[in-house]
């Protein structure tokens, strides 16, 4: 189809589509632009295929999958020029510095948008996409799992490398989201929501990694223009320590590399990683 109109723009970047440029017009939804449209579709086709994987327990590849369409549809939006996220927010870059988080995720580093929210639904909705939102919420309770266990998957990570933050409510790019809507699934008569949600944090990051890690783990909240985040500190673990792993249900040791969570599933490796890391195991 053939853009006719001005003033017409695309549903996934929010950008304007010139006079005479080819578009996709989705009935009762909107429009927008052809590579826009394949980009969007090819990350929720894997979205799908790594729910699928989730739920038959295939929990390692499900996350690789669901990563990378994540990370194929923030080409959508992210721009490139960096330094225009910090010049767009100085106030609250510079609370970011405040509290030592940099503006990227790193080898310390992992930012997470929430604990439980999924944001997908909201971008759903916004661009009218209404079925499509309602399908994804009958699988809400698995797309909380699967976000769960990327947290804790990051922080089995830290405890095996150098150490780090697990920041919730920093989205991929830096941009500070909070977890004001993480906290409203967390009301329960009588109790704080902060502590119930601190709460559900320690209690999954058992179930995963089986062990509390009490002298290692730290748990706070923080506040920046207004929004609530919360940092989950990590220490390394001591060389006379046992490495963590996490369990998925299957038993898999992950090492901070860079800015990813690197899964050791080659018994060697992990051996030799083992006697350099931890000498006394």
């Known amino acids: 189809m053939n853009n006719k109109i ?21 009935k ?8 826009c449209g394949q980009i969007y579709d090819e990350s929720e086709s894997l979205k799908e295929k790594s729910l699928e994987l989730f739920v038959q327990g295939k929990n390692p590849e ?5 990563k990378k369409a994540l990370m ?15 010049s767009a927010e100085p106030q609250i870059m510079g609370k970011l510095d405040e509290l030592s988080i940099p503006n990227e ?29 309602k399908e994804r919420k009958q699988n809400a309770s698995a797309y909380a799992n699967l976000m769960k266990m990327e947290s804790s998957t990051s922080v089995c990570a830290f405890l095996n490398g150098k150490g780090g933050n697990v920041w919730i409510g920093i989205s991929d790019e830096c941009n500070v989201l ?8 967390f009301r329960r008569k009588g109790k704080r929501e902060e502590d119930v949600f601190r709460q559900d944090i320690s209690n999954y990051l058992f179930k995963y990694l089986k062990k509390r890690y009490l002298n290692e783990i730290e748990y706070q909240f923080h506040e920046i223009e207004d929004k609530k985040i919360f940092q989950i500190s990590v ?4 060389k006379s320590d046992r490495p963590a792993y996490m369990h998925e249900p299957k038993k898999i040791p992950y090492v901070r590399e860079d800015e990813h ?18 000498s006394n195991n």
């Open 6 to 26: 001005d003033g017409v723009y695309c549903m996934i970047c929010g950008n304007k589509i010139p006079q005479g440029e080819n578009i996709q017009w989705l």
């Open 28 to 35: 009762g939804t909107g429009v927008r632009h052809i590579n």
């Open 261 to 278: 969570d690197i899964p050791y599933n080659d018994p060697e490796q992990w051996i030799d990683y083992v006697n350099k890391r931890f």
């Open 62 to 66: 499900a996350k690789k999958i669901y």
């Open 235 to 238: 220490k390394p673990l001591e």
């Open 72 to 86: 194929i549809q923030t080409t959508l939006v992210e721009d490139p020029d960096k330094s225009r996220i910090v």
């Open 105 to 133: 995720e790193n080898l310390h580093t992992e930012f997470k948008s929430s604990w439980t929210h999924d944001y997908e639904v909201d971008k759903l909705q916004s661009t009218g996409q209404k079925n499509e939102a």
């Open 178 to 185: 909070g977890i004001e809507n993480d906290l409203k699934a």
